[in-house]
Structures are given as C-alpha cells and as structure tokens.
Nanobody, 123 residues
Framework: VQLQASGGGLVQAGGSLRLSCVVSGRTSNDAATAWFRQAPGKEREFVAGIRWSGGNTYYADTVKGRFTISKVSAKNTVYLQMNSLKLEDTATYYC?????????????????WGQGTEVTVSS
C-alpha cells in the first residue's frame, strides 16, 4: 500500500485549501484513512478520518465545522477540504491508512503513511 498526499501550500488566514491523498494497493474496503498533522515542535495529532466502507467521518474538535473529509472510491482518493483556515492550522499534513474499519485517533494504529504535504497559513 502506498499513499501520496498533495495539495498543501501557502494561504492567508480565512482561506481554503483542499488536500488529496491517493491510495494505491488498497485491496479491501475494510480499511480507514485518516489525516494527521504535525506542527513544528509539537506531536502529531489526529485531524479527520473516514471509513472506506460506509463513509463514516470523524473529526478533531479543533477542525469540526471547518474541515471536511471525503472520498471517491473509484479514484482511491481521500480529500480534506479545509476552510476558514487559522494560523494554528499551519503544519505538515499526513494521510495514513489502517486495515479495519475503526478510525483511531492514535497514530500508532496506522500501518501506512504518505510523505506529508505542508500547509502554511499566514496572517
């Protein structure tokens, strides 16, 4: 399984970005994909997750109402639409996949990781 994240960039506070994560080698719908982020000097944290079967979504409280995670199964792609971006959203964003339908908020449950895409929110 390989994950390729893209879509990061520089955006002003209040703006929007859409991240994409293309997953190759996924052989089952019994899987979950999540976005995590890591800001400089901080631990990696859960942002949002989605089940491939059923499409249930989960969010961190810090992004609920501003970010939307979605998927297009035919394209094996998971998206993270980020609106109303804040300075504190600045981080490197990673997508990850685990086998099993539970979306865990602990990154230790995830077996496969993308390379990360940087998001910088400026004032």
């Amino acid at each position: 399984v390989q994950l390729q994240a893209s879509g990061g960039g520089l955006v002003q506070a209040g703006g929007s970005l859409r991240l994409s994560c293309v997953v190759s080698g996924r052989t089952s719908n019994d899987a979950a994909t999540a976005w995590f982020r890591q800001a400089p000097g901080k631990e990696r944290e859960f942002v949002a997750g989605i089940r491939w079967s059923g499409g249930n979504t989960y969010y961190a409280d810090t992004v609920k109402g501003r970010f939307t995670i979605s998927k297009v199964s035919a394209k094996n792609t998971v998206y993270l639409q980020m609106n109303s971006l804040k300075l504190e959203d600045t981080a490197t964003y990673y997508c990850a996949l685990r086998w099993g339908s539970t979306v865990h908020r602990d990154d230790r449950w995830y077996n496969y990781w993308g390379q990360g895409t940087e998001v910088t929110v400026s004032s």
